[in-house]
């Protein structure tokens, strides 16, 4: 039998996996199967983990099949943002931790303090998703815009949806006269960090700007989380924000078509995150597998706002208590199967050279 999304019945008492606060996005349909045969289970128990509210859907998706398939076994993913998940694994609290940025080399030398045997923290790319850019502006459904454009008007200097600038790139839309608002997050967050290291690679005369977890641009408003984010589009007229591409089909906004200097704007799509995915280079060394990508691409069908999004290990294991649970869910969640269900909830696999590695490295992790 495989995993199939939309289709059965789910047991609500297998759900263990939970989110903090406004990062429940809540976002998978009640009926889901998550049956799946051949699953290689591990010992039963329960690891903790945390960070990455961008991946809790994947999350949720992973922890309510490994669960449904192996008996007593009890996975609890917080939702906390990549930042408090990276600081509570690098407190040794956790098992492991979901992040949408890279450590830094302070963090990769502070995680020696937990990694037992003289290891140190490992990025394991798992998934990424495209970065949306939704918007809810009255009468217009097809809204094109440039990085220029949007680093402006995320920074405040673009006021008002019949701009100049916006109705160039816009030559058929009717551009009603209201102000701009754009929303950011009022959380440390690996999105905010990957959408301003687009900005910032892509139009660095207008986003001056490093990238960052906390936001650095002026004016806007802010909302907590991603779930955040998409309520505040949804209720204001005139606004625009950031979130992964999950969010804004399972609300129903509208999304930006980037102007890349291609032959043609690209859209928010699975497919066109993977062509950038297909493309990044691998940074890591010594058995890390963090990945670069290149947010100034103009290659065609290549959307340029991609997130990919990691879980952090020690690479010679955590505590023995938790190891072999967290090869065993880490081990399905990179396999087929796990890689499988990605696309049908709009985050794209890793490539297939990539994700080998990974298994290769969850397998040696001991």
């Not at 989380?225 to 979130?243: K, P, T, W």
């Not at 490539?351 to 490295?361: K, L, P, T, W």
Request: glycine share 12%.
């Amino acid at each position: 039998m495989t995993l199939r999304l939309g289709a059965v019945l789910v047991s609500g008492a297998l759900v263990a996996l939970t989110a903090c606060g406004t990062d429940d996005n809540s976002g998978l349909s009640g009926a889901v199967d998550f049956s799946l045969e051949d699953l290689d289970c591990g010992p039963g128990g329960t690891l903790l983990a945390s960070g990455s509210s961008a991946q809790s859907n994947a999350m949720e998706v992973w922890v309510n099949t490994y669960q449904a398939n192996c008996d007593g076994s009890q996975i609890n993913y917080k939702a906390t943002g990549s930042g408090a998940g990276v600081q509570e694994f690098l407190q040794g609290t956790t098992a492991f931790a979901g992040t949408d940025s890279r450590l830094t080399e302070g963090e990769v030398d502070e995680s020696r303090s937990v990694c037992r045997d003289g290891g140190q923290a490992v990025h394991l790319p798992m998934l990424a998703g495209p970065i949306a850019v939704g918007y809810h502006v009255p009468g217009v459904d097809d809204l094109v815009l440039d990085s220029a454009t949007l680093a402006r008007i995320f920074d405040s200097e673009i006021r008002r949806w019949n701009d100049p600038a916006i109705a160039e790139l816009n030559p058929d839309a009717e551009l009603p006269d209201i102000p701009i608002t754009p929303f950011h997050r009022s959380d440390g967050s690996g999105t905010t960090d990957n959408f301003t290291s687009y900005l910032h690679t892509a139009a660095p005369d207008a986003w001056p700007y490093e990238p960052d977890k906390a936001w650095k641009g002026s004016g806007g408003q802010s909302a907590e989380g991603s779930s955040g984010l998409v309520g505040m589009v949804q209720q204001n007229e005139g606004a625009i924000s950031y979130f992964e591409l999950s969010y804004a089909h399972q609300n129903g906004i509208d999304t930006v078509r980037v102007d890349t200097g291609a032959d043609e704007p690209v859209e928010a799509t699975v497919e066109n995150a993977s062509n950038a995915i297909a493309e990044a280079d691998l940074v890591g060394t010594g058995g890390d597998l963090a990945l670069e990508l290149d947010s100034a691409t103009r290659e065609r069908g290549v959307y340029p706002i991609v997130l990919v999004t990691y879980e952090i290990v020690c690479d010679r294991g955590n505590a023995p208590g938790t190891l072999d649970l967290t090869r065993a869910f880490l081990g399905y969640a990179a396999g087929e199967e796990g890689q499988r269900a990605l696309a049908e909830i709009d985050y794209a696999p890793i490539s297939d050279d990539i994700i080998q590695q990974v298994r290769r490295r969850i397998d040696a992790l001991a």
